[in-house]
């Protein structure tokens, strides 16, 4: 029985368990089998429900709103097909340990034997992006299996950081009779701190031949601060990867270098250190393999030590060893804001006229190399949340600013988008539109896959043939970022020099709502 | 070796193999794994390459081009979160059971284990959808592993009828040695005849109780003949099912009913007979699962009995279950075209429009059910030939539009899509641009995922929530598929009368290249 004494069905006890337990936004693609699934979300008032027009916006979406909120989403999608659609920004997810709650619609248990034309094996399909799986059984169970996928998704278990949970509804499973769950309060994520003793280890032992690398909690405010004292204290030069999934920054924080993309630039930067130091990270590794260079990048005599897991608290971790290293406060300077530059228009002029305008407090997501140059531009000069693309499926910054923007209503949020990747995922734009968010997006349109003709001219090849050259070009035709854009509902305006760049994007920031500059580089 | 005496690698081998068996156009969208694949392409001139920005669009076109010429299309995709993406539209062709051999890169064997940001169970992803995996373990291997993948795309190991044959390559079999494959012809669909007994046996049976449901190869118009001479001399019905994958219809052709949508209008139509003769289809089963009805559909009292799987040789057993009935050939009327309405623009209008000027030879894509409102006009109006949505997963008209206009160049294409549904893969316009197809698109835009409508009131529900209305809602804001179109280098108009409609539809059909009308009904 709900409060008011009517039987409620499954679905309307799994929608009440997961606000009960703060889960309250669902990033929603429906079909036939989740029409009990949107019922029972009409009939619960804190469950927000945002259409999106494509399931990776779903994913990308809920992904972006629990990396800025640390509470999961959920996402509604239609059977194996819709989670197909989902997959690739889940895998970003999973890169990025996002904890979130996938609610997938199947047909009734009794249906399933029929091999109707929807039918398909879902956990085979959630499988390879999933911490945690289930299919509910009966309907008076979907209450606590919500309880489960929660639990699962914030961990600690069955993973050690929890993840992507995935709960799967028969339909009969959301129509039939459900339970009321006890009200619960939602887990808050349980890291471990790490013991005294493997901090005093590596206290003995970090120097100015020392790089350590931070991740996970170790990129917040307070964990960059300790890990600036560190490096103040000892000399040790201090690294995020390539692709953090949150890192803060800005001028009041201590800059920590992000680790270059390609292998060998790894190599170079580790070339010049003894010991590296894992803090939440991983030892660095190809994001490629190639032909002559080592998958695993740490040279030979640079010995590799633990600080801490990335699922530990890392954070509390870095504290704790600047104390052990009685290492004082430093006062980071920052950066004064650049200059906009003027003239043709280059990624560097783009840039720079982010850093010279972005919002304090914003919040910046990216899925291509352009956008990720914007990093150490901002890292000293704006406070920002940025967000990186984590597993290297493109198309995931639109749909993370969406969410972004959805989790922190008061805080502005700049996409700053490749034209490849952006139009993976460009329904992203209509549900900006729809929910009137403040993000700003720039498309660095240069009409072309840049990276693959950056990797395909390693492989020694001088002449591009014709072929090859067709399959990285996204002109002929050129993309209309602009149409596209207000196709959705978007306002947006095309530049071609720095100094249309730089007027456009004070337009975009200046207004609320979602606005897009295509910067013609 | 290859002919010119140049060393090749595992992926020239592999390309090379491919177009010596007559698969010769690949559906790509690539990325670093793939470089060695790409420089295979460009090498190999008698392989065509076709980008997508989305890879929904590269599998949902390599299904439509297999469903027209009947040989293997191919996909190239780049991992786990590439082959993601594609899944959905794989799905449709499973359900449509259509030969298609997927090229997926992926690390280097020994790169794996290191667990780079974009390594995924790629197989796992594969399984739901394909009926043959294999990964690549050597760059020797490489060019018999797709001699292998061919053979089980086109059946009828492992799986009776063939389907979809995913090949995951690892860089280094593609970087490595290959050796060229001793050229092989492309294996042909091998359909077992139906035994001569059991076709005399069905033959007994027949008479005007009976409704018989053809599909698989049934439907090539030799099937169809025979099968319209079958119900002229017994007095049966014959039906197809609701989405078959391909349908040759005409006034040249005998009709064939398709089989409605609803269950108890699917119930309705088997309560008229007493005997279910099953010639390449399945009996019939709800597409979704409801409450209080069942899910097969198929009444006490009515008998089934089985001509053909639908792997067997459908056809021939309906030409040797004619001749076994002694039936004459018949000549089907047809209709004469129909006149085009005016006034108030409606679905109605528009099938109206379609059937009174839709080229004679046409292929037809479809995914929404106003798409197929269409068929019952075209069928006795127009030489063409229907692709259906197989597999209910929405975004699939468009891009198999793409791979039929490809496939039969010399065939103009009509894709009759729903807002909701072409939005998923909108990505298929650009590339109708970019390969100047003569596809004239069809955009129903009614605002709204209409059928979500529908099958929500079914649940008895009249006064339909905020909330649920606007997970059902394409407006706010509306979406503007001219500028859509314009966009993605794509000419485009939109009606809002029957009379505007009529005009638009003739311009579209009169211009070679894409040009999509959007009918705002």
């Not at 699922?311 to 104390?323: I, T």
């Not at 052990?324 to 720079?352: F, H, K, N, Y």
């Amino acid at each position: 029985m709900a409060d008011n004494g009517v039987e409620i069905n499954g679905a309307r006890s799994l929608i009440e368990t997961l606000v009960a337990h703060g889960v309250d936004c669902c990033f929603a693609n429906p079909g036939t089998s989740e029409m009990h699934l949107v019922e029972a979300i009409d009939a619960v008032d804190e469950m927000r429900g945002v259409l999106c027009l494509f399931e990776g916006v779903c994913t990308g979406a809920a992904d972006g709103y629990a990396r800025m909120r640390g509470v999961p989403a959920t996402t509604l999608l239609h059977l194996g097909a819709g989670l197909g659609n989902g997959i690739a920004n889940l895998h970003n997810a999973r890169r990025a340990g996002t904890p979130l709650v996938n609610l997938i619609g199947d047909h009734a248990i009794h249906h399933v034997a029929y091999d109707a034309p929807l039918t398909a094996d879902i956990e085979a399909v959630a499988k390879p992006v999933s911490a945690w799986i289930r299919t509910s059984r009966t309907s008076e169970g979907v209450g606590l299996d919500a309880v489960d996928a929660i639990r699962a998704a914030m961990g600690p278990n069955p993973t050690p950081e929890g993840g992507i949970a995935t709960l799967i509804i028969p339909a009969d499973c959301a129509w039939g009779p459900g339970r009321t769950v006890d009200t619960q309060t939602l887990p808050t994520i349980d890291r471990r701190r790490v013991a005294a003793d493997d901090v005093v280890s590596i206290a003995r032992h970090v120097d100015e031949q020392t790089v350590m690398f931070v991740d996970g909690n170790g990129l917040t405010e307070r964990g960059a601060i300790a890990a600036g004292r560190i490096a103040a204290r000892t000399g040790c030069t201090l690294y995020t990867p390539t692709f953090p999934a949150r890192v803060e920054a800005g001028p009041s924080i201590p800059h920590i270098n992000r680790l270059p993309y390609f292998p060998e630039q790894v190599l170079e930067v580790m070339g010049g250190y003894s010991r590296l130091v894992l803090a939440g990270a991983e030892a660095p590794v190809s994001f490629f393999a190639y032909q002559n260079l080592p998958s695993l990048l740490v040279p030979d005599g640079v010995s590799v030590e633990r600080l801490a897991h990335r699922h530990e608290d890392v954070e509390q971790a870095l504290v704790d060893l600047a104390d052990e290293l009685d290492a004082p406060i430093v006062t980071p300077t920052g950066r004064p804001r650049p200059e906009a530059l003027t003239g043709d228009i280059s990624t560097r002029a783009i840039v720079r006229s982010v850093a010279a305008h972005a919002p304090d407090d914003c919040i910046v997501t990216v899925d291509s190399g352009a956008g990720g140059a914007a990093f150490p531009s901002l890292q000293q000069t704006v406070r920002h949340t940025f967000l990186h693309l984590t597993g290297g499926s493109i198309g995931q910054g639109g749909p993370a600013a969406v969410g972004a923007a959805i989790a922190c209503p008061d805080r502005p949020v700049l996409a700053l988008l490749g034209d490849g990747g952006a139009m993976y995922t460009n329904q992203f734009l209509w549900t900006a539109a729809r929910e009137n968010l403040d993000i700003t997006v720039v498309v660095f349109s240069n009409r072309q896959y840049n990276i693959l003709d950056v990797e395909y001219r390693r492989l020694g090849i001088n002449d591009v043939g014709s072929k090859a050259a067709s399959l990285f070009d996204l002109s002929n035709p050129d993309l209309d970022w602009v149409a596209l854009a207000q196709a959705q509902g978007v306002a947006a305006e095309a530049a071609r020099t720095a100094d249309e760049f730089d007027a456009a994007i004070q337009r975009g920031l200046a207004s609320r709502g979602p606005y897009l500059v295509e910067a013609n580089v």
